[in-house]
């Protein structure tokens, strides 16, 4: 299995920023995909979860109404859309894939490298 991110990069506060997880080795529509992100010097946290077909999503109560995540299976891509983002969503933003939907980081065994989002004041 391999997840492979981007999309990140250094924008102000209120901006805007379009992850992107592409997977391979897997059938990607028997997965849920998540989104995690880690602080620096803070544990990884959920974010947002998308079910196999795109109906449940699923998100942290500090980033409903700010983040949209969403999936392209023909694509084998899921997307995480970061609007109004704010300094402490920097981090780096990892998906990650698991049969079961999960809100603990632990509970995914498959990671992608993760992406770097910066947010100035």
């Known amino acids: 299995v391999q997840l492979v991110d981007s999309g990140g990069g250094l924008v102000q506060a209120g901006g805007s920023l379009r992850l992107s997880c592409t997977a391979s080795?897997?059938?990607?529509?028997?997965?849920?995909v998540a989104w995690l992100h880690q602080a620096p010097g803070k544990e990884r946290q959920f974010v947002a979860v998308?079910?196999?077909?795109?109906?449940?999503?699923e998100y942290a109560d500090s980033v409903k109404g700010r983040f949209t995540v969403s999936r392209d299976n023909a694509k084998n891509t899921a997307y995480l859309q970061l609007d109004n983002l704010q300094p402490h969503d920097t981090g780096l933003y990892s998906c990650?894939?698991?049969?079961?939907?999960?809100?603990?980081?632990?509970?995914?065994?498959?990671w992608g490298q993760g992406t770097n989002v910066t947010v100035s004041e």
């Open positions: 080795g897997l059938v990607f529509n028997a997965y849920n």
């Open positions: 998308i079910g196999w077909v795109g109906d449940t999503t």
């Open positions: 990650a894939v698991n049969r079961f939907i999960r809100r603990d980081p632990g509970g995914y065994p498959n």
